[in-house]
């Protein structure tokens, strides 16, 4: 029986996959599926080139490791494809917190910059049914 839910998504954010190039993938979702892209973008926080491709109310964020880190340790590990699904939430947070306390695995303690703006965090996909999940907030992020 399902359980009152302690954290309440608002939407799915996006939907990411990895892949050894985004340019070749631009080929996929541009030219063949006709996505519009939002934005292409370097970033060295998190080590990684995205396009962010709108279909729909949903983004598609595909993502190239620019180097040495999590995502090319996922390429080289798994090879490309799907990596993680994000659920904008209230307040990441709370979200957080309701994860703990429900017993999921946490992998960022506290929120984050995301790559588009806001703020993100992680559950591992142990604790998810093999399937890692992101929550987002569009609150500014703001160092400690």
Excluded: N, Q, W
């Excluded at 029986?1 to 939907?15: E, F, Q």
């Excluded at 598609?60 to 180097?67: A, F, R, W």
């Excluded at 659920?87 to 588009?116: C, N, T």
């Amino acid at each position: 029986m399902p359980h009152a839910p302690t954290t309440k998504a608002r939407k799915i954010d996006h939907v990411s996959f990895v892949v050894e190039s985004v340019d070749e993938a631009l080929r996929l979702y541009v030219d063949l599926l006709g996505l519009e892209v939002v934005k292409v973008e370097e970033s060295e926080l998190h080590g990684v080139k995205a396009a962010f491709l709108r279909a729909g109310d949903v983004m598609v964020e595909v993502i190239e490791p620019l180097g040495p880190g999590p995502i090319m340790d996922f390429l080289e590990k798994r090879g490309p494809g799907f990596h993680h699904l994000a659920y904008e939430v209230p307040d990441l947070e709370e979200g957080l917190a309701a994860a703990e306390a429900a017993g999921f695995r946490v992998v960022d303690e506290k929120p984050k910059p995301g790559i588009e703006g806001g703020r993100i965090a992680f559950l591992h996909p142990k604790s998810t049914f093999g399937a890692m999940t992101e929550m987002c907030d569009k609150k500014e992020f703001e160092e400690e």
